[in-house]
């Protein structure tokens, strides 16, 4: 158990307390603690009756089971991996700017489940934080199932069929002007470790510096050879 407590305290914090509410709400709904009914984004009860907390819920709610546990073990594999790389890389010593990237993604998923009747929100938030690790990174080669290999900025969407074969989009340029910045609020709440401020639409500090080696940008960054998904 000790193994198992390092691993967990060894997650970054943003990551790790998501990660726990993604196994503890299933579970007290697998327990019948609770009725998995509260759980659902029903746009009814959310406008209508005002139960305002059904949004949180739906986020970290999954109805697990003999034929969804396979699908909610990937995308929970998926969250602890993918929010772990961006939490220590692209967002590394950044949390307020890393929690306000969630805080946007998650209330765009909010208004599109209320619009499109999307009654569980677990999925889609981590496809959201996937899809940010793969523009980022969109020229790394990696590997999926059974050999294939592909570059990085193609794996949400094949991710994307993956989930919808087994279990039955976020734009974000690294150009332009900074349209969102992180509130400052969070700042004095979650401080950053060193300076520098991104928002969205604009990379992070350490992929500008490697594109000011490169020329100003004109080159392109060499990623390596790849990896096996899973790989640390």
Request: hydrophobic share 45%; net charge positive.
């Amino acid at each position: 158990m000790s193994d198992i407590g390092d691993w967990f305290r060894s997650i970054p914090a943003i990551t790790r307390y998501w990660f726990a509410a993604t196994v503890a709400v299933p579970l007290v709904g697998k327990l019948g603690l609770i009725s998995p009914a509260y759980f659902f984004l029903w746009p009814e009860a959310f406008l209508y009756r005002f139960q305002v907390w059904r949004p949180i819920t739906a986020t970290f709610y999954f109805p697990v089971g003999p034929g969804t546990g396979f699908l909610y073990l990937v995308n929970l594999y998926f969250l602890y991996q993918y929010s772990t790389r961006l939490e220590t890389g692209a967002f590394d010593g950044r949390p307020a700017d890393y929690l306000f990237m969630l805080l946007f993604n998650w209330i765009c998923i909010v208004i599109t489940g209320l619009a499109m009747d999307m009654q569980l929100l677990m999925i889609p938030l981590i496809m959201s934080v996937l899809y940010v690790w793969a523009q980022l990174n969109r020229d790394m080669i990696v590997s999926f199932w059974f050999g294939t290999r592909f570059k990085a900025c193609y794996l949400p969407w094949v991710i994307l069929g993956f989930n919808y074969i087994i279990g039955g989009s976020y734009p974000m340029d690294l150009g332009g002007r900074n349209f969102l910045s992180t509130p400052q609020f969070l700042y004095r709440w979650l401080p950053s470790r060193r300076g520098g401020v991104s928002g969205f639409g604009v990379p992070p500090a350490s992929m500008r510096r490697a594109a000011d080696q490169n020329g100003g940008g004109g080159g392109r960054h060499n990623w390596g050879q790849g990896f096996r998904l899973g790989d640390q």
